[in-house]
């Protein structure tokens, strides 16, 4: 099934050029030239992943994200020509899973994508035994009051379902997955992202913080642990 990528970008010789190469890969797109077109376009047809840049006129990238994430979780890539860190952890806090710098490698863009999109549709594939899976990855993990459904790609504490990201899903699920454990960045990065980590990288750190908020807003305790000089674990 193809998917479909809503581009946002005010530049539009960039936006067309982004449309061209998604489209040689046989992706479906839409492209919008400001916020209030990404929203509209958004509501009229849902997107499988948002391309959206963050300089925009009327309204800008992070309000556009703040806008989407209220509702849905689909993978949002920003994309910005502003390098710092700042810019970075301000973009993925708002709720991007990931971020390009302008310019980019239109390859790098591509491989994003479909990372995205792998991370965000991995677990809606049956695992059943009927259809060849492992029965151990068709078993929801219990923690306490939390559960968590790979299958459903979803989880709940005491039956409050947990609004997370594909990426703060996959992050939970592989620390539940062997409570005590303690994971590094690196081993986080590349069990998640499924792509080679950089030491300098501090996307893992962003989604953690995200992630152990919304966990400790529902459960009213700390869950994920960090391991200081070592990385992060959910105790048993």
């Not at 590349?190 to 953690?208: A, C, L, P, R």
Request: hydrophobic share 40%; net charge negative; aromatic share 6%.
């Amino acid at each position: 099934m193809e998917r479909r990528v809503l581009i946002v970008d005010d530049e539009r010789e960039i936006a067309e050029l982004i449309e061209i190469y998604l489209r040689n890969e046989g992706f479906q797109t839409e492209v919008a030239f400001d916020g209030e077109q990404a929203i509209e376009a958004f509501e009229r047809e849902a997107a499988d992943l948002v391309i959206l840049d963050i300089m925009m006129p009327k309204l800008d990238g992070l309000e556009v994200c703040r806008r989407i994430r209220k509702e849905h979780h689909v993978p949002i890539l920003m994309v910005s020509a502003k390098t710092g860190d700042m810019d970075k952890i301000m973009g993925l806090m708002t709720g991007a899973d990931d971020y390009i710098t302008k310019p980019f490698n239109p390859l790098e863009l591509i491989a994003r994508v479909r990372s995205l999109l792998r991370r965000s549709y991995q677990y809606s594939k049956p695992t059943d035994s009927a259809s060849g899976g492992r029965d151990s990855e068709s078993k929801e993990l219990r923690l306490g009051a939390l559960r968590i459904d790979k299958l459903s790609h979803s989880a709940n504490v005491d039956g409050r379902p947990l609004h997370l990201t594909s990426t703060e899903f996959g992050i939970l699920h592989l620390l539940a997955s062997q409570p005590g454990r303690v994971f590094s960045a690196e081993d986080i990065f590349q069990q998640v992202w499924k792509e080679k980590y950089f030491e300098s990288n501090n996307t893992v750190m962003v989604h953690i913080s995200k992630l152990r908020d919304k966990l400790e807003k529902e459960l009213g305790e700390k869950m994920i642990v960090t391991v200081w000089g070592v990385g992060y674990k959910i105790e048993g």
